[in-house]
């Protein structure tokens, strides 16, 4: 819901309702805490850690996490809330004694693959960055068994395919309530909440935005961030742009409008599940260890454009000196070392991990799965998943979310037109895989290559 403080008073913006800034879309009334152990689908379990076990709920001092600027496409860290309450810091989960004994998994099995995947070697790496970003900081080494991962975003016609099978309805295909947005928004603005404005629709940008009342030469505040977005009644994965528009020129695009518990839907089915953290970021730099891009050090090498970001002043003009406004066929850029496509832009890709802004601090080596609770001090209300690889709405001079170390956060009941994902799948959990009613395994047809090589 998109939600305006004016005169000391909350009222509902008008023509923006629900999801992605300050607060998304719940299945239920939230509690004030939260279980937080990683959501783990019933065909793919997540990589060997102690800290998969089922958790307790979360004290009442609350690691919950949040972010308004953030779930826009902010793509930097918080600087911290001084109203918000501390977290209860926690003691990272040991790796058991199993896991320690065992070699990392680097070569791929002897199976066949699964369709669409390219195999990611296991090995260790330095996770983080040395930049002005605390979130991303320490840097520190991770350690990971090897996995398969999708080539590309899973598109549009892929989710079709899921919807096709299952009936499956999104989060923005459904009408909100407002015993949603208990707990998360004040009273009266619930109350203020029309009852014609309880539409399904999605996030989409305000093209039309005040642009006299968007600041130029500073950061903007989150209440100044709303004014670029829009609750857009009839968008969703079917209509990226609202209802006069279609997904049938796009469905080689990667499918947006969906929340992190839509996508976790399609992975139950399709028998795989959403990278950790440490697995994407692992994957994006190809084997380039200390890289700014999954490429290198340089945005543009010898003047190329490698990603779909948005080239000019953002939120003001958008030069698509790179050839797309919007989302683009995946695959339409160079790939990685290790075969990955659009590992930086395009869209958002969501993850398995809860956020926390201090998690790398108490991060096991082996295997991490991210923390059992999740904080953000701007909305320490809202629990949240992570984000990565940043979207095409990314840019220089407000959000540079297309590095492979960037961080970003969302909540979970939350869609919007520059957010995606794609799956990731592990050796140990292959047999499960094959049973799985939306498997694909084997060669069918190539990816796509470069548009812009």
């Not at 307790?56 to 809330?81: F, H, I, P, R, Y």
């Not at 692992?282 to 050090?297: C, E, F, H, N």
């Not at 809860?354 to 701007?378: A, C, E, F, H, L």
Request: proline content about 9%; charged content about 25%.
């Amino acid at each position: 819901m998109f939600l305006k403080k004016l005169s000391g008073k909350w009222l509902v913006v008008a023509s923006c309702l629900v999801t992605a800034v300050g607060c998304g879309r719940s299945a239920s009334k939230p509690e004030p805490t939260v279980s937080v152990a990683p959501a783990i689908d019933a065909t793919e379990s997540l990589p060997t850690n102690d800290a998969t076990k089922p958790e307790k709920s979360m004290s009442e001092n609350g690691s919950v996490e949040a972010s308004t600027v953030a779930d826009l496409g902010d793509g930097q860290s918080s600087t911290a809330n001084p109203e918000a309450p501390t977290p209860a810091r926690e003691i990272p989960e040991t790796i058991n004694d199993e896991a320690k004994l065992k070699p990392v998994v680097v070569t791929e099995p002897n199976v066949q693959r699964p369709r669409g995947m390219v195999w990611v070697p296991g090995g260790s790496f330095k996770m983080g960055s040395s930049g002005n970003q605390e979130d991303e900081l320490p840097i520190h080494e991770v350690e990971l068994d090897g996995f398969w991962m999708d080539a590309t975003e899973v598109t549009v016609g892929e989710f079709k395919r899921f919807v096709d099978a299952t009936g499956y309805k999104t989060l923005a295909e459904r009408k909100p309530s407002r015993e949603e947005f208990v707990g998360q928004v004040p009273p009266e603005a619930i109350a203020a909440i029309k009852e014609e404005m309880l539409v399904p629709g999605s996030i989409c940008f305000n093209p039309k935005f005040d642009a006299a009342a968007f600041p130029k030469n500073r950061r903007p505040t989150p209440d100044e961030i709303y004014l670029v977005w829009k609750y857009e009644p009839g968008a969703n994965w079917r209509h990226p742009d609202g209802p006069k528009s279609s997904m049938e020129d796009r469905l080689s695009h990667p499918v947006t409008h969906v929340s992190w518990n839509d996508v976790s839907e399609y992975c139950k089915w399709a028998g795989k599940r959403l990278p950790t953290e440490a697995e994407w970021e692992y994957a994006s730099r190809g084997g380039l260890d200390a890289k700014v891009y999954p490429w290198g050090d340089t945005r543009e090498p010898n003047g190329r454009w490698m990603t779909n970001i948005w080239q000019g002043e953002w939120p003001f003009k958008n030069l698509v000196q790179d050839g797309f406004e919007k989302t683009s066929p995946v695959a339409s850029f160079e790939p990685n070392a290790f075969g990955l496509y659009d590992m930086s832009g395009n869209v958002w890709e969501w993850c398995q991990d809860w956020y926390r802004g201090d998690y790398y601090g108490m991060s096991p080596k082996r295997n991490p799965v991210g923390p059992k609770t999740s904080y953000d001090p701007i909305e320490p209300t809202i629990p949240k998943r992570i984000q990565r690889g940043g979207s095409f709405m990314c840019n220089a001079n407000y959000c540079t979310g297309y590095r492979v170390s960037a961080r970003m956060k969302g909540d979970p009941n939350t869609a919007t037109w520059h957010c995606g994902f794609r799956t990731v799948l592990t050796p140990s959990n292959y047999d499960a895989f094959q049973a799985a009613p939306g498997a694909l395994i084997g060669k069918a047809n190539a990816v796509a290559q470069p548009a812009n090589p």
